[in-house]
């Protein structure tokens, strides 16, 4: 009767999460569209990304009202900065769940700023892109980035910066399933397309299409290469509506590489999570990533190396409400943190490897009763850093020892 009225609960659980993300989607989209309320109590508001730039000084943006803001902290997050608006002139910003503003670092010090910006209609976007060339001192006019300019869905933003300086900003898009609806043919999902900077983001190229068929809400996770290609893992929704993960090369020239899928969970569901994969790379090589799942093989959240046709080394990560797990390597260093939620507070934990992830330890970071977001993984000369954006916390950034 126990294990019956457990296995209710988790179902109960798991269903109430697909009502939140759906509703979440449509809410989110609503809400922006109005310009952006700026009131504290929103959830959205605490949605926020950090970097370390190549000085170790640490970049944080998020939402305030109709502006992303940055702040840095020289000092590792214990003190930062007052907040400076990257858009002079207010406008939609998404900051909730997977939809949030993105940092990045160029080996110059750049700094560069994405955010999708809710339209009229709802879950449509234009990805907008900011840069700074002073250290932050100023902040560029925002620009849309892709050159399709329909009132559809260009969201779930991710950017990141290769070896030779080049700007690679990728995004969710629709294009491919209006143009399909109008024919009166269906399309699974929607698609992946980026555009690659190689002046320091003062212009981009781009629309190049990276694969059709991805999860609508989900975020893309970016692994730079040392050949200057970037590697990109989604949650995709393979025939006819198993939504695990693919994973597939942009190349500077637009060229995209061949589509593979990383898991095999066999999720069969007509909605989107709203819980994208992270992805790395240790001094061998070899691809580490983490990512969630209620498929019919296994449910939660997992570890694992990622090999062609199946994974090696899979565990699971956390407890049944481990959620929006993060990953960083440092050599053969793996690090992973999540927040759990046990009925009264969130808690952030922590699992570290020192092998290239075969044995692991783990432990408890922090813990808070009020709303959060989700944590990000930082790594800074060999160290691990977990900044971690809470209503009661705001912008804190924990050591992993």
């Known amino acids: 009767m126990v294990s019956r009225a457990r296995t209710s609960l988790r179902l109960l659980c798991v269903g109430l999460f697909f009502c939140s993300a759906a509703l979440s989607h449509e809410q989110h989209a609503d809400h922006e569209a109005s310009n952006g309320s700026s009131s504290k109590a929103a959830r959205g508001d605490l949605g926020s990304s950090a970097t370390f730039d190549p000085q170790g000084t640490l970049w944080a943006v998020s939402k305030d009202g109709g502006h992303v803001v940055v702040r840095r902290s020289g000092d590792l997050g214990r003190s930062w900065s007052r907040a400076g608006p ?12 997977d939809s949030r503003p993105k940092v990045a670092a160029g080996p110059g010090g750049e700094i560069y700023v994405t955010w999708t910006k809710p339209l009229s209609k709802p879950y449509t976007g234009d ?41 690679f900003i990728a995004w969710i898009d629709k294009r ?32 190049f299409k990276l694969g059709d068929h991805s999860c609508e809400c989900c975020r893309i996770a970016l692994l730079p290469r040392d050949d200057g290609s970037v590697l990109a893992m989604w949650r995709h929704v393979f025939a006819p509506n198993i939504r695990d993960h693919a994973i597939a090369q ?57 090999k062609d046709g199946g994974v090696e080394a899979q565990r ?35 699992m570290l ?25 930082l790594e800074r000369q060999g160290r691990f850093y977990v900044f971690w954006n809470t209503r009661q916390e705001p912008l804190s950034v924990i050591p992993l020892p």
């Open 176 to 207: 491919d399933q209006a143009a399909a609806a109008k024919a009166g043919a269906a399309y699974r999902g929607a698609a992946v397309y980026y555009a690659v900077s190689d002046d320091r983001g003062a212009s981009f190229r781009g629309d």
């Open 127 to 167: 990805i907008r892109f900011s840069r700074s060339v002073d250290g932050g001192k100023t902040f560029s006019a925002p620009v849309t980035v892709h050159t399709d300019r329909q009132e559809i869905t260009h969201r779930f933003d991710a950017i990141t910066v290769n070896r030779n300086g080049q700007v």
């Open 353 to 377: 490897s020192e092998d290239g992830g075969d044995k692991w330890r783990e432990r408890q970071l922090a813990a808070t009763a009020g709303a959060s977001d989700q944590p990000r993984l």
């Open 86 to 97: 990257v858009n002079a002139v207010p406008e939609a910003v998404g900051a909730d769940g």
């Open 316 to 350: 699971r990560v956390g407890a049944e409400t481990a959620e929006h797990a993060d990953l960083a390597i440092s050599g053969q260093r793996v690090a992973v943190a999540w927040k759990e939620f046990d009925g009264e507070r969130s808690r952030l934990r922590a």
């Open 250 to 306: 942009m190349n500077p020239d637009g060229r995209a590489g061949t589509l593979r899928r990383a898991t095999f969970d066999d999720w069969r569901v007509d909605v989107c999570p709203h819980h994208g994969p992270s992805l790395a790379a240790d001094a061998a090589g070899r691809l580490h990533a983490v990512w969630f799942t209620q498929g019919s093989k296994r449910a939660g959240v997992f570890y694992s190396r990622l």
